[in-house]
Every structure is written in C-alpha cells, then in structure tokens.
C-alpha cells in the first residue's frame, strides 16, 4: 500500500511539471513571441536564448538552496512566481495598450521561466528520487518519468490548438490558476525531506 502511495505520488509529481507551462514555453518559444509581437527571426532567437540563460542560472540557484531551506518553501516561491509570471503575461496579452508590450511580455516569461527553474524543474525530480521505496525505486521513478513524457506530449500536441481556439490572455490564465493549484498540492501532498535520511523517509 505504501509503495503504491509513493508510485502514485511521484507520477502525479511529474505531471505537475509539464502542466506549469514550461514545456510548451520551451517548445513553442519563438511561437509564443510572435504571438507576443516579436515577428522576426532574430528578435524571436535572441529571445529564446534568453529564456535558455536564465533557466541555467535560476537552476544553480536551486542546487545552491536546496539543502539550506528545504523544499517545500523553495516549491511555494517558485509556483508563486510561475502564477504571478503567468497571470501578468494573461494581463499584457489582453490589454495590449502599451508601445512597450512586447517587453512587459518577455519580462513575465523570464519571470516564470525562473520561477520553474529554480524550483519544479529540479526539485521535483529530486523529491521523486527520494520518496520512492529503496526495493523499488527503479520501478517508481520509470512509472513518473514516462507519465512526465506523456504529459509533455498531450500538452506539446495540443497546446497551440488551445492557443488558437481560446487565445493567449485565457491560455495563460489558466495556467497561472494551475500554479496556484500546485501550491495546495504542496502544502498538503508533499513531504519535507531537508536533513531526513532515504530510509526515515521510507519509514515515514
């Protein structure tokens, strides 16, 4: 029972990633800009590689806290700022009244992107790893990562037909409202592993 617990647990863990909207960020990046009224080939690259840049460093940032204040705070400030990038983007996208908005935009998105990276990209894998059973984490972590794949693939594959039919300002609403979800998830669902050892983690 315990070991169907953690499976299950750390396959809805690895759906949750996908569902922030970093994946299809990460796709659809250049798509996302032009929506956003970046049209050319460079501004869109130059873009993309910006959202590359800071999602290395908010990551060394993450390996850098994690041991030092745990997860679960790092989780409630990371899905805080994805909800926040995420809603000001929605927000940017519906008025469209500013000359600068193509900036306000990229600044939302730089916002999330470090928002994911210092927090559920690495520190979900992480908590997967650690709450599986020792006897059988292989089994665990394979079940989380294919439901993390085919998560990616439901949501790269229709992505785009939702951007189109919904537009972007609800598109992007409703992924704040998920971020915000996921805080919940947190506070109720996922244990705090700072300073306990694989097996008191078991044991728990």
């Known amino acids: 029972m315990n070991f169907r617990r953690s499976v299950l647990k750390g396959i809805f863990l690895q759906i949750i ?8 960020l990460i796709f659809y990046s250049p798509k996302i800009f032009e929506f956003n009224g970046f049209t050319g080939t460079k501004p869109q690259l130059l873009s993309t590689l910006t959202v590359g840049l800071v999602n290395v460093l908010s990551t060394i940032v993450a ?23 995420m809603a000001l983007l ?10 600068f908005i193509q900036f ?7 916002i999330f992107v470090a928002g994911f990276a210092m927090s559920a990209g690495p520190i979900i894998l992480i908590i997967c790893a650690e709450i599986q059973q020792l006897y059988g984490r292989e089994f665990g972590i394979s079940c989380s990562t294919i439901a993390n794949w085919l998560a990616n693939m439901l949501l790269g594959t229709f992505f785009l037909t939702i951007l189109s039919l919904i537009g972007g300002p609800l598109t992007f609403s409703l992924l704040a409202l998920a971020n915000i979800a996921f805080i919940f998830f947190t506070i109720f669902v996922i244990p705090e592993t700072k300073g306990i050892s694989l097996e008191q983690i078991e044991k728990n």
């Open 17 to 24: 990633q996908p569902l922030t909207g970093m994946n299809v």
């Open 63 to 85: 390996i850098i806290l994690v041991d030092k204040v745990g997860i679960k705070p790092i989780l409630y400030f990371g899905f805080t700022i994805m909800a926040i990038g």
């Open 90 to 99: 929605s927000l940017i996208l519906y008025t469209r009244t500013l000359h």
């Open 104 to 110: 306000l935009s990229i600044f939302s998105l730089l």
